[in-house]
């Protein structure tokens, strides 16, 4: 039986105070760059959540480095989701005793980094099998021929 080497180490962060759907305006531009160029995203944009999401990336790099060994410049962001977490529920004082319900928001984010080092054969055998795939479906005439043309 043969094992494969685990590549991809996890940075979680559990319960924060924003909006997901604030965080998910940040993740969506870092998911799948290189851990540097991630950095300065991060720095230069404008949005609150980014502060949190640095400090995420910072830790599973961190986390690479410690748990597997790898270098920074070998990592990339491969997974980097956003999920709601319990809202926070209190009560602010109104008028003539009533009260009105304030909801705070808070969000779950995972940070997944892989090093590509450690997952360059397997990357080189995919690309040359999807090559391959191509140039079968091209000989059979499956894809791209002369009436696929308006």
């Not at 986390?63 to 956003?82: C, D, H, Q």
């Amino acid at each position: 039986m043969i094992k494969k080497k685990k590549t991809e180490v996890y940075a979680l962060g559990q319960h924060i105070s924003m909006s997901a759907h604030k965080a998910r305006r940040v993740i969506d531009q870092i998911c799948g760059r290189s851990y540097e160029e991630t950095l300065m995203i991060l720095e230069l944009m404008p949005y609150r959540a980014c502060y949190s999401i640095f400090k995420l990336v910072y830790s599973a790099a961190a986390n690479a480095s410690y748990n597997m060994g790898s270098n920074e410049t070998n990592l990339i962001i491969s997974k980097a989701e956003v999920n709601e977490g319990t809202t926070v529920k209190k009560l602010r004082p109104r008028a003539r005793g009533r009260s009105f319900p304030i909801k705070r928001p808070t969000c779950h984010i995972t940070i997944g980094v892989k090093d590509i080092s450690l997952d360059e054969d397997e990357f080189l055998t995919r690309r040359n099998e999807s090559i391959y795939q191509k140039y079968e479906k091209r000989r059979k005439g499956i894809w791209g021929g002369l009436w696929d043309k308006k």
